[in-house]
């Protein structure tokens, strides 16, 4: 018999939420392969440089939006797929959710051409579930200014201000309650591990036991 296809999960959330965090965590609580947008492919790590380097000329709103598009359709054949199609499960940190808080949303681009982009860019790979960290604005804003103090450098989009990152979590927000089904939304603001075993226990009631638990 073949293997039933894998899941795929993304942690999705504004900058300094902590998804990052999260999503390395999670993946490794359910033996999934972890993976991050913009820059997990080798075009895609030359994207990223483009969409996220400070001191490069900032493309325009739709310009970003597809170059976020051509990222994931690369990210999607390349790593995604290949992942998903033997059975094996996905982590992401970011995927389709955050082209609509961020470009659209955030960057004021029409959303429904903006959801039509992501579904031809992924060619129909979905979420099966997408998990918002989330964290108020002056919570992640915070954090930021604690990275910056430790020597880490803000990215383009961390630079974009309080109002653009309240903007971008109306986005996130909306979408989730849209969607209940495919989305969880779990609070950011608490300890890491409490926060990872919180999103691992809503994985499972939602997905199932991962692959080694089926065995």
Known sequence: MPAARGRLIALEGIDGCGKSTQAKAVAAALGARLTHEPGATPLGSLLRQVLLTPDTPPPTPRAEALLMAADRAEHVAEVIEPALAPGGWVVTDRYSGSTIAYQGYGRGLDVAGLAE?????????????????????????????????????????????????????????????????????????????????????????????????RR
């Open 117 to 213: 982009l992501v579904a031809w860019a992924t060619a129909g790979v979905a979420a099966d579930l997408s998990v918002l960290v989330d964290v108020p604005v002056e919570v992640a804003a915070a954090r930021l200014a604690q990275g910056a103090r430790r020597g880490r450098g803000a990215d383009r989009m961390e630079r974009l201000g309080p109002e653009f990152a309240a903007r971008v979590r109306e986005g996130f927000l909306a979408q989730a309650a849209a969607d209940e089904g495919r989305w969880v939304v779990v609070d950011g603001t608490g300890e890491a591990a409490a926060i990872t075993a919180h999103i691992v226990e809503a994985v499972r009631a939602r997905l199932g036991p991962e692959p080694e638990r």
